[in-house]
């Protein structure tokens, strides 16, 4: 095994770790209170549990395509930015959308990968298709995504509210993924050998084989990606995963208390944790639960008789 | 400070605890343009300066934008303004820890680290735009001071790598004073939110903040502690009212109520076992009292088994717990759901105010446990209309009807069509506004606002977080004549604390006067069309 595979294995181990933290880490905390946002999609169209008299006695009628009517148009067409945002919605969509052909070419690159691993003939049929993609999927991928970090960039300079909020790490962000997009573009663009050195590069790594050699731009393109990879979890950039939490566990989780339900659990145990606010109407001293202090008004009585 | 075009605003976020004369100014002339006849500035002056005692006591938090909503007095000494400082971080640290903010932690940290600052929520506030884009008002310009501080004191990973992904801010007294004032400048409307590709909320990191301030340094706006939450928790409602004054009350909206139907309308108290615990906004029963008279007739003309309650909180639907502080709130809704079980009622009908059906019908689902089921009035409503248990007569209500819709009701619950079925049955000149439902704007007066006058606030809220309502309103009516105010327009707000606001704003632009726009809830509506009622409820000449 080369120090190139120990590099490539261990960035790819900091970024799956580093994401599974920062995942556990939502999932673990504490049920909140209900903080639904309309539309939540799952419901019947148009139709609100809540319109319902006695709703409580209905059962809820939960509906994925509802969702997936929602989260695909978003994820593929950026569908909030352009209806709210017009301005920004070309480079941003760009900036995206260049990234989802990118990782496309790369799964495709795995998949012909394994192929080659499991002893398919370079020029059987699936083969011979994916090496015919892997191409086009990468030089359109970095092209659109080359005008995206670009169009990007000036925007957040030019744009007032966008420059007044960025910090250095934006800029960072924005050069990152720029210089993976223009790599990528030449690398796929110029070298002729690319789609059988990518093919070779995943088999090698699959099976820690000996890797091939890349040309300079390969090498490049192959650091970048991998310091993207150990640089992602620890920036906003994770929103391409948490916006999961922010839709699921936020906006759209409307799930009801209901006696013997399955938040009663989760419940409990938040109103028996002590709470140590200071201020005197909350009564706390970091002994007394949430419950304790909830189930009746006597600190708030003492606050008025002082008063 | 001076910023861009002239205009005085915040040129970066760290001018907020910048020491300064004041960090904003909106101009009568920069607010988003009305149409005639409210389209002279001259008629409607600025916001009038503080006073030179006010600002004298109240220091830093009197120096953001000119207003002052909530206020702190300045402290004697540095070493007081320390210990704020101190105490401020030591509530921070709380606001992100599982056990003092279990209630609102997880959304928190999402909104806190993800945020791409792509500034798409900013065209959808309607306080930013109506202010004329001042960027102190922009959604994400508080909610980024406290990403700032949450990166820098509470967020592990090193000042160096925090600061780089979110820029610095230094922590001042006059920091925490303003920061203070400036969470009363969101109405917690939560459009924003919607706008989010992301899933950032801005109006919870408002919330969380008032509530920073509150639990940690009990700081909080007198309306919405003192005479709010305190007092309905120990003499049973934000009004004042005991249960003695209320009963008494009620009694006489009976009567008149009686009177003007010619059938005898009662409201119900105590009754063990009724189906229902109706509970109001208890603000209906001294602003508006037609409302609770409109409410009784219709349960009481379809025969429904229903009572109120006289214990302490009982007779009162508020919670302004929901917009500053989350132990308050659960205390209230503790107790609503306390008296419900104790009456052995089946549900409890939430009357037609906004914020009590988030904070009963939905916040509170989480608060305990043992709870008992809420329902809008609203849909009920819609089903009596609907089941002919009460006849309507809609020639009764011929006149321009508009609806607003309550955020609270209708962004946060999607209680949509309920309230326009019914309009549509009964008011044959019913128009939306535009935008409408899930996508509407807030009355300006949510969040506590509509309670909220001190100092020059009210004004503020006339001109910059109301405006953009105003301009709805007039936009539904924009087919009729505007300059005439003997062709009645009715603007229907099913919530009380939107009726307040509209009642201010309506006065403010002298809209009643000018335009003959009127405001009311949807009860009122449905008892003026009922068939074989002695004189009509809506009386234009007293309301």
């Given at each position: 095994m080369s120090l190139f595979h120990i590099v490539i294995y261990g960035s790819l181990l900091i970024f799956i770790v580093a994401i599974l933290a920062r995942a556990a880490r939502i999932m673990r905390m504490p049920l909140h209170l209900r903080w639904e946002l309309q539309p939540?999609?799952?419901?019947?169209p148009g139709a609100?549990?809540?319109?319902?008299?006695?709703?409580?006695t209905h059962s809820r009628d939960r509906s994925r395509f509802g969702e997936l009517s929602i989260m695909i148009p978003e994820i593929l067409l950026l569908k909030g930015v352009w209806e709210h945002n017009r301005g920004l919605w070309f480079a941003s969509w760009t900036l995206h959308f260049g990234l989802y052909l990118l990782i496309g070419a790369m799964v495709v690159i795995l998949l012909h990968a394994v192929l080659l691993v499991a002893g398919v003939?370079?020029?059987a049929f699936v083969p011979v298709v994916l090496a015919a993609v892997t191409r086009p999927l990468a030089i359109a991928g970095g092209a659109l995504g080359t005008v995206g970090a670009i169009a990007m960039l000036i925007r957040r300079i030019t744009e007032p509210g966008m420059r007044r909020y960025a910090t250095a790490g934006h800029f960072v962000n924005l050069a990152h993924l720029g210089a993976i997009y223009v790599t990528a573009l030449l690398w796929a663009l110029l070298d002729g050998g690319f789609v059988a050195e990518t093919a070779t590069l995943y088999a090698g790594v699959l099976t820690a084989a000996p890797l091939p050699s890349l040309p300079l731009i390969g090498y490049l393109n192959v650091a970048i990606v991998l310091l993207f990879f150990i640089y992602?979890?620890?920036?906003?950039?994770t929103h391409f995963f948490t916006k999961y939490f922010t839709y699921h566990?936020?906006?759209?989780?409307?799930t009801p208390n209901t006696?013997?339900?399955?938040l009663e659990e989760k419940i409990r145990r938040n109103v028996s944790q002590p709470v140590s606010w200071?201020?005197?109407?909350?009564?706390?001293?970091?002994?007394?639960t949430w419950l304790d202090l909830v189930a009746d008004t006597g600190e708030v009585k003492r606050e008025t008789e002082e008063a | 400070m001076p910023g861009a075009n002239?205009?005085?605003?915040?040129?970066?976020?760290?001018?907020?605890g910048r020491r300064s004369e004041r960090l904003a100014h909106v101009a009568v002339?920069?607010?988003m343009p009305l149409p005639a006849?409210?389209?002279?500035s001259e008629d409607f002056p600025g916001i009038a300066p503080l006073k030179d005692e006010t600002r004298a006591r109240y220091g830093a938090s009197a120096t953001?934008?000119?207003?002052?909503a909530a206020g702190i007095p300045q402290p004697a000494t540095e070493e007081d303004e320390r210990k704020i400082v101190e105490a401020f971080l030591s509530g921070l640290r709380k606001l992100f820890s599982r056990e003092n903010n279990w209630t609102f932690l997880q959304p928190l940290v999402l909104s806190m680290e993800h945020c791409?600052?792509?500034?798409?929520c900013a065209a959808d506030c309607p306080v930013f735009e109506a202010s004329g884009r001042n960027e102190l008002y922009r959604p994400t310009f508080r909610a980024e001071v406290l990403r700032r501080l949450y990166f820098r004191h509470?967020?592990?990973?090193?000042a160096w790598y925090n600061t780089f992904h979110s820029s610095g801010l230094e922590l001042t007294y006059d920091l925490v004073a303003r920061l203070f004032e400036l969470?009363?400048?969101?109405?917690?409307?939560?459009r924003c939110a919607q706008s989010c590709p992301i899933g950032v909320d801005n109006g919870l990191i408002t919330h969380d903040l008032r509530k920073l301030f509150s639990q940690?340094?009990?700081?909080?706006?007198k309306e919405l502690h003192n005479k709010g939450t305190v007092q309905q928790l120990t003499l049973g409602s934000s009004t004042g009212m005991n249960k003695l004054v209320v009963k008494d009350n009620i009694e006489f909206i009976d009567e008149d109520m009686s009177e003007r139907l010619g059938w005898e309308v009662k409201t119900p108290w105590?009754?063990?076992?009724?189906d229902m615990l109706v509970i109001e906004n208890a603000g209906e029963f001294l602003a508006w009292p037609e409302n609770h008279g409109c409410t009784a007739a219709i349960l009481n003309g379809a025969g429904l088994s229903w009572t109120m309650s006289s214990e302490i909180a009982g007779?009162?639907?508020?919670?302004?717990?929901?917009?500053?502080d989350d132990v308050q709130l659960a205390r209230v809704a503790t107790r609503h759901f306390r008296i419900a079980k104790q009456l052995g009622v089946k549900k409890i009908v939430m009357g037609e105010c906004g914020h009590e059906h988030k904070a009963?019908?939905?916040?509170?689902?989480?608060?305990?446990?043992d709870l008992v089921p809420r329902e809008s009035l609203l849909t009920l409503v819609r089903d009596i209309v609907y089941s002919g248990a009460i006849n309507v007569d809609p020639s009764r209500n011929d006149f321009p009807v508009t609806l607003h819709d309550p955020c609270n009701i209708v962004?946060?619950?999607?209680?949509?069509?309920p309230q326009r079925d019914v309009l549509r049955k009964i008011c044959p000149q019913f128009r939306e506004m535009?935008?409408?439902?899930?996508r509407n704007y807030c009355c300006g007066g949510g969040s506590g606002f509509a309670i909220m006058s001190p100092n020059n606030f009210e004004q503020w809220r006339n001109l910059i977080s109301s405006r953009k309502k105003f301009a709805q309103i007039l936009g539904a009516f924009a087919?009729?004549?505007?300059?005439?105010?003997?062709q009645k327009k009715y603007v229907c707000a099913p919530c009380s604390n939107c009726k307040g606001a509209i009642r201010d704003m309506l006065d403010f632009y002298g809209a009643k006067e000018k335009s003959g726009i009127y405001y009311g809830g949807l009860v009122e509506l449905v008892v003026n069309a009922m068939?074989?009622?002695?004189?009509?409820?809506?009386d234009w000449e007293m309301m």
């Amino acid at each position: 095994m080369s120090l190139f595979h120990i590099v490539i294995y261990g960035s790819l181990l900091i970024f799956i770790v580093a994401i599974l933290a920062r995942a556990a880490r939502i999932m673990r905390m504490p049920l909140h209170l209900r903080w639904e946002l309309q539309p939540v999609p799952h419901e019947r169209p148009g139709a609100s549990t809540f319109e319902r008299v006695d709703w409580w006695t209905h059962s809820r009628d939960r509906s994925r395509f509802g969702e997936l009517s929602i989260m695909i148009p978003e994820i593929l067409l950026l569908k909030g930015v352009w209806e709210h945002n017009r301005g920004l919605w070309f480079a941003s969509w760009t900036l995206h959308f260049g990234l989802y052909l990118l990782i496309g070419a790369m799964v495709v690159i795995l998949l012909h990968a394994v192929l080659l691993v499991a002893g398919v003939l370079a020029d059987a049929f699936v083969p011979v298709v994916l090496a015919a993609v892997t191409r086009p999927l990468a030089i359109a991928g970095g092209a659109l995504g080359t005008v995206g970090a670009i169009a990007m960039l000036i925007r957040r300079i030019t744009e007032p509210g966008m420059r007044r909020y960025a910090t250095a790490g934006h800029f960072v962000n924005l050069a990152h993924l720029g210089a993976i997009y223009v790599t990528a573009l030449l690398w796929a663009l110029l070298d002729g050998g690319f789609v059988a050195e990518t093919a070779t590069l995943y088999a090698g790594v699959l099976t820690a084989a000996p890797l091939p050699s890349l040309p300079l731009i390969g090498y490049l393109n192959v650091a970048i990606v991998l310091l993207f990879f150990i640089y992602l979890p620890f920036t906003h950039m994770t929103h391409f995963f948490t916006k999961y939490f922010t839709y699921h566990m936020v906006r759209w989780e409307d799930t009801p208390n209901t006696a013997g339900g399955r938040l009663e659990e989760k419940i409990r145990r938040n109103v028996s944790q002590p709470v140590s606010w200071a201020a005197a109407h909350v009564g706390a001293n970091g002994k007394k639960t949430w419950l304790d202090l909830v189930a009746d008004t006597g600190e708030v009585k003492r606050e008025t008789e002082e008063a | 400070m001076p910023g861009a075009n002239g205009k005085q605003q915040p040129r970066s976020v760290r001018d907020i605890g910048r020491r300064s004369e004041r960090l904003a100014h909106v101009a009568v002339e920069e607010l988003m343009p009305l149409p005639a006849p409210y389209d002279v500035s001259e008629d409607f002056p600025g916001i009038a300066p503080l006073k030179d005692e006010t600002r004298a006591r109240y220091g830093a938090s009197a120096t953001l934008d000119d207003t002052l909503a909530a206020g702190i007095p300045q402290p004697a000494t540095e070493e007081d303004e320390r210990k704020i400082v101190e105490a401020f971080l030591s509530g921070l640290r709380k606001l992100f820890s599982r056990e003092n903010n279990w209630t609102f932690l997880q959304p928190l940290v999402l909104s806190m680290e993800h945020c791409a600052r792509c500034q798409t929520c900013a065209a959808d506030c309607p306080v930013f735009e109506a202010s004329g884009r001042n960027e102190l008002y922009r959604p994400t310009f508080r909610a980024e001071v406290l990403r700032r501080l949450y990166f820098r004191h509470v967020k592990p990973g090193g000042a160096w790598y925090n600061t780089f992904h979110s820029s610095g801010l230094e922590l001042t007294y006059d920091l925490v004073a303003r920061l203070f004032e400036l969470a009363y400048r969101c109405t917690l409307c939560r459009r924003c939110a919607q706008s989010c590709p992301i899933g950032v909320d801005n109006g919870l990191i408002t919330h969380d903040l008032r509530k920073l301030f509150s639990q940690e340094l009990g700081w909080a706006p007198k309306e919405l502690h003192n005479k709010g939450t305190v007092q309905q928790l120990t003499l049973g409602s934000s009004t004042g009212m005991n249960k003695l004054v209320v009963k008494d009350n009620i009694e006489f909206i009976d009567e008149d109520m009686s009177e003007r139907l010619g059938w005898e309308v009662k409201t119900p108290w105590d009754v063990q076992g009724a189906d229902m615990l109706v509970i109001e906004n208890a603000g209906e029963f001294l602003a508006w009292p037609e409302n609770h008279g409109c409410t009784a007739a219709i349960l009481n003309g379809a025969g429904l088994s229903w009572t109120m309650s006289s214990e302490i909180a009982g007779y009162d639907g508020v919670n302004y717990g929901l917009f500053y502080d989350d132990v308050q709130l659960a205390r209230v809704a503790t107790r609503h759901f306390r008296i419900a079980k104790q009456l052995g009622v089946k549900k409890i009908v939430m009357g037609e105010c906004g914020h009590e059906h988030k904070a009963l019908g939905v916040i509170a689902d989480r608060v305990g446990l043992d709870l008992v089921p809420r329902e809008s009035l609203l849909t009920l409503v819609r089903d009596i209309v609907y089941s002919g248990a009460i006849n309507v007569d809609p020639s009764r209500n011929d006149f321009p009807v508009t609806l607003h819709d309550p955020c609270n009701i209708v962004r946060n619950m999607g209680i949509v069509q309920p309230q326009r079925d019914v309009l549509r049955k009964i008011c044959p000149q019913f128009r939306e506004m535009t935008p409408h439902g899930i996508r509407n704007y807030c009355c300006g007066g949510g969040s506590g606002f509509a309670i909220m006058s001190p100092n020059n606030f009210e004004q503020w809220r006339n001109l910059i977080s109301s405006r953009k309502k105003f301009a709805q309103i007039l936009g539904a009516f924009a087919d009729t004549e505007l300059n005439d105010p003997e062709q009645k327009k009715y603007v229907c707000a099913p919530c009380s604390n939107c009726k307040g606001a509209i009642r201010d704003m309506l006065d403010f632009y002298g809209a009643k006067e000018k335009s003959g726009i009127y405001y009311g809830g949807l009860v009122e509506l449905v008892v003026n069309a009922m068939a074989g009622a002695a004189e009509p409820i809506l009386d234009w000449e007293m309301m």
